[in-house]
């Protein structure tokens, strides 16, 4: 008997939005329509008509961004549930990119949309006044191992915040210090280096200010067991249990986000077929790039689902290889 290939629904974070996202879904899909009016209706604003028009200005402020991605993220997933007639495949593990991980909890059943919604966007809040407190940003640096980051890093006096793929890690800091860190990737000539457009210095120490608002803030809310396993950021290990899901949210926002080992653990598990569910493309492309043998499908629209209800139906067509 061949034993069925696994699944991983993943989910984007901030910096993959975009003006006008979700837009085809509302008009088209029921599905989609009841998510971002639920999430509209909990927030008190029409988040929605920001994810449509814009302004781009507004729409990326921290407080703004995470629970737009997060609703555009869900929207998605609804959708192609829906056009699948519910035969898109379940997941084995559930997964997201920061801000990514809150979409995880609503898919695996462990907080509701609507609280969901609220958290994110009391996240985003803490993380701006973080940022205001203490000053910092995000470089992406392409084309350096991990050790020679961290060499960069001890030199300039900022931190690893992401790991994202083979040659691809994300260091934060003071603006000063970054600056340091760019001339140092520089030197050990690291292909590009990419100043990311955030309001602070994510998944650093300088977030500390964040931290404890946000434990306040989840203590407010009511979490369940997780239905699917979430491979968490911070320990790249699955997570199934309510208080560990806890404190990897609030850990999260001041530690580095593991986010090839994560990918590299669901493989190892056996999953061989990734749905990036959300707007962009972001995390298929590290995927691709942390592992070429997997499958990976983009779901950010109405073309990009119906692609890959096609794709999905074509294969359980064939039966296994």
């Known amino acids: 008997m061949v034993e069925e290939a696994k699944v991983a629904y993943v989910f984007p974070g901030q910096g993959s939005q975009k003006v006008g996202m979700g837009l085809d879904l509302y008009v088209r899909y029921s599905s ?12 008190g604003f029409p988040l929605s008509r920001l994810c449509f028009e814009g302004p781009e200005e507004d729409l990326t402020q921290t407080i703004n961004v995470q629970p737009a991605v997060l609703t555009v993220s869900i929207a998605c997933l609804r959708t192609a549930q829906e056009v699948s007639g519910n035969g898109l495949p379940p997941p084995t593990f559930v ?3 920061s801000l990514g991980e ?17 958290l994110v966007r009391e996240r985003g809040r803490l993380m701006n006044e973080a940022g205001k407190r203490r000053p910092g940003g995000m470089l992406a640096i392409v084309g350096l191992d991990e050790e020679s980051t961290r060499d960069v890093c001890l030199s300039a006096g900022t931190e690893i915040s992401n790991i994202n793929s083979p040659g691809q890690i994300v260091v934060s800091g003071a603006e000063e210090n970054l600056a340091e860190a760019r001339k140092q990737a520089d030197a050990k000539r690291a292909r590009r280096v990419i100043p990311l ?18 434990r306040n803030a989840i203590s407010g809310f009511t979490f369940q067991k997780p239905s699917v396993p979430i491979m968490a950021n911070v320990t790249a290990q699955a997570l199934t249990d309510v208080e560990p899901i806890k404190e990897e949210l609030v850990n999260q926002v001041c530690h580095c986000v593991q986010w090839q080992r994560a990918v590299e653990n669901m493989i190892a598990n056996g999953v061989a077929t990734f749905f990036e569910m959300g707007p962009g ?6 995927i691709k790039r942390i592992s070429s043998g997997v499958q990976v499908f983009n779901i950010t629209d109405v073309d990009t689902v119906r692609q890959a209800d096609e794709r999905v139906k074509g294969a359980m067509d064939r039966g296994p290889a």
Do not use: C, I, P
């Open 281 to 286: 493309q972001v995390l298929a492309g590290l």
């Open 32 to 43: 989609a329509r009841d998510v971002f009016d639920e999430a509209d209706k909990m927030l």
């Open 102 to 118: 809150y979409t995880a909890l609503v898919v695996a059943g462990v907080l509701s949309l609507s609280d969901a919604v609220r």
């Open 197 to 214: 457009k955030v309001s602070g210095a994510f998944h650093s120490l300088l977030m500390e200010a964040a931290q404890e608002g946000l």
């Open 95 to 97: 997964a997201g990119h």
